[in-house]
């Protein structure tokens, strides 16, 4: 059989043939909005209760470590990042009694990414000791869930000749300014504790402020001071060792963590009852999908035995109220302490 050459063939047997023809803007422009269309529904999904979050959490701690608000953090942030699917970076950003750290979430975008561990301190003590703040507690902020109310304590350093509430009246009433009060920074808890306690008793009383709970603690162990209003949390396991001497507890009741121990009303002396409170709170204008998803997986949490029983030993009582219930809580507390804040003339140092 004779072969065909290629001189031999027709001109389109060897023809390579033509590639395929450009397709025209216009088309591909309208294939793109095609197909931003069909993928919108699934991106705004992305960010709705159901797959939030899709990536890593900040929450910001506005005090320094080893104080409560650390440790309440620290108790939580395990067990929420296990039912978010997400992790819980925590960061601390103390000073200005809590206020520096909570700016920055006052001004994160409202996107459920970055969380603030509030507390009385920085929203509801702090707006009313200085003249310029900034931010609005109410106003600048998304509540979601009170996680507990601490108890606080009169705790003294062991050398102080003072056994009972009693004993530390009758010490500081007879060496005026003998005695120094600590506080983790001006307009904190603590420092306003000891404010009241001296409107309470008469005591004259020197103020010395550290940057945190822990510094200041140390310092009483240590005795550079005589004693504080301290959160119960970070003392208990010192007056247990002998390093701290707790007279009574300041807030509306005992507590189960030290049933022994008085509070100030019950030994005579009436002083607003200080129970602080610690929650969770974003940016203003959350969406309520995300604002849900956290409340629920905050209950959750401190529902968790061990989260509970670790709250339980510091004396700490686990709340997880509704967003709505939080926000009416700073609101009226707003109010009833910037009403004693005024009228005692407190400023910070």
Not at 236 to 262: N, Y
Request: hydrophobic share 40%; aromatic share 6%; charged share 15%.
């Amino acid at each position: 059989m004779s072969r065909i050459s290629r001189n031999d063939a027709p001109p389109s047997l060897f023809r390579t043939p033509p590639g395929p023809r450009p397709l025209p803007a216009a088309l591909i422009r309208a294939f793109g909005v095609a197909v931003a269309a069909l993928l919108a529904p699934s991106l705004a999904l992305a960010q709705s209760s159901g797959t939030y979050p899709v990536r890593p959490i900040r929450l910001v701690v506005p005090f320094a470590p080893g104080g409560p608000a650390d440790i309440i953090a620290r108790s939580i942030s395990p067990r929420m990042g296990e039912l978010l699917g997400q992790t819980l970076i925590l960061e601390n950003r103390g000073g200005a009694g809590g206020s520096i750290g909570s700016e920055v979430v006052a001004r994160a975008a409202p996107d459920g990414y970055t969380l603030c561990l509030a507390s009385q301190s920085s929203f509801v003590f702090a707006p009313w000791l200085y003249n310029k703040f900034p931010y609005d507690s109410v106003k600048d902020f998304t509540p979601i869930s009170t996680v507990v109310i601490t108890p606080f304590v009169i705790a003294i350093n062991p050398r102080v000749p003072a056994k009972s509430v009693a004993d530390l009246l009758r010490l500081g009433k007879g060496k005026q300014g003998f005695l120094t009060f600590g506080s983790s920074g001006p307009g904190s808890t603590s420092h306003i504790g000891g404010e009241l306690l001296q409107a309470a008793t008469g005591l004259s009383l020197l103020h010395v402020p550290y940057k945190g709970t822990g510094p200041s603690i140390a310092a009483v162990v240590a005795g550079e001071i005589d004693m504080m209003v301290a959160d119960l949390g970070p003392v208990i396991q010192h007056a247990k060792d002998g390093r701290l001497r707790m007279l009574a507890a300041v807030g509306s009741r005992r507590t189960a963590a030290a049933p022994d121990l008085p509070t100030l009303n019950e030994t005579g002396l009436r002083m607003q009852a200080l129970d602080g409170r610690f929650g969770i709170m974003g940016p203003a204008g959350l969406s309520k999908d995300i604002v849900t998803r956290l409340h629920s997986v905050i209950v959750q949490t401190i529902k968790t035995p061990d989260v509970r029983q670790r709250f339980e030993t510091l004396g700490y009582d686990p709340v997880g109220d509704t967003p709505e219930q939080y926000a009416q809580s700073v609101r009226t507390e707003l109010e009833i302490f910037g009403k004693i804040i005024r009228n005692a003339g407190i400023k910070p140092e």
